[in-house]
Structures are given as structure tokens and as C-alpha cells.
């Protein structure tokens, strides 16, 4: 894995800690169908871009330590792959080596 790889990464998995305190935060009051803003867990250090998920789409998200949330157009495909797309986000997959960085730093594990 190159130095930026690695970096884009760590700056992913920092972008998915922090929407986990919005979850924790907002997940109490919200409804299953509303829709709550996370920021973008794309590569980018300097990204601080919204994308818009109900609860259980970005709890589908988190059920696998190697997808991120990302805004449409922020997709990195030298490290990661294009799962699911819609209007609002894209969930992404890392490819094995960021992968191994994802679960590694998965708050839910």
C-alpha cells in the first residue's frame, strides 16, 4: 500500500467515527424514514460534504466494515469499488489492502 493510500484510509475511517456520533446523536429522535446528514467518508482531507441516509440505509452501510458512505463524484476507484448508487450517495468498497485498514478501525468491532 502507497503512503497515500494509506492516508486516504485513515482519513476515511475518521469521516465513519464521526457519523457514528451522529447516529448516536440523531438516531434517537429521527424516524426510520427520515433523513439525517452524514458527512462524506471519502479520501479527501478537505471534504466536508453532507450526504443525506435514512437509519436503515446507513445501518446497511455499516453492516460491512469495508463499505463507506460517500457523495456521488467523490469516489476513489484505484482504492475502492462502486457497490450501490443512487441520488443522494454511494456506498463503496475498499479493495483489500484499504479493506484490511477498514475492519481493523471499525468501531463496531
Known amino acids: 500500500m502507497t503512503e497515500r493510500e494509506a492516508r486516504l484510509a485513515k482519513n476515511e ?5 464521526v457519523n457514528e456520533k ?13 433523513l439525517i446528514e452524514f458527512i462524506c467518508e471519502c479520501g479527501r482531507g478537505d471534504c466536508v460534504e453532507q450526504v ?6 446507513y445501518e446497511r452501510v455499516r453492516s460491512e466494515p469495508e463499505y463507506f458512505l460517500v457523495k456521488p463524484g467523490h469516489e476513489l476507484l484505484d ?14 468498497r475498499k ?3 484499504e479493506a484490511q485498514i477498514a475492519r ?4 463496531r468491532r
Open 13 to 17: 475511517t475518521l469521516f465513519r467515527g
Open 22 to 34: 451522529v447516529r448516536e446523536v440523531r438516531g434517537d429522535t429521527a424516524g426510520a424514514d427520515s
Open 52 to 57: 443525506q441516509l435514512t437509519l436503515v440505509e
Open 79 to 92: 482504492i475502492e469499488f462502486v457497490s450501490e448508487r443512487n441520488d443522494r450517495f454511494l456506498v463503496v
Open 95 to 97: 479493495q483489500e489492502e
Open 104 to 107: 481493523e478501525t471499525d468501531p
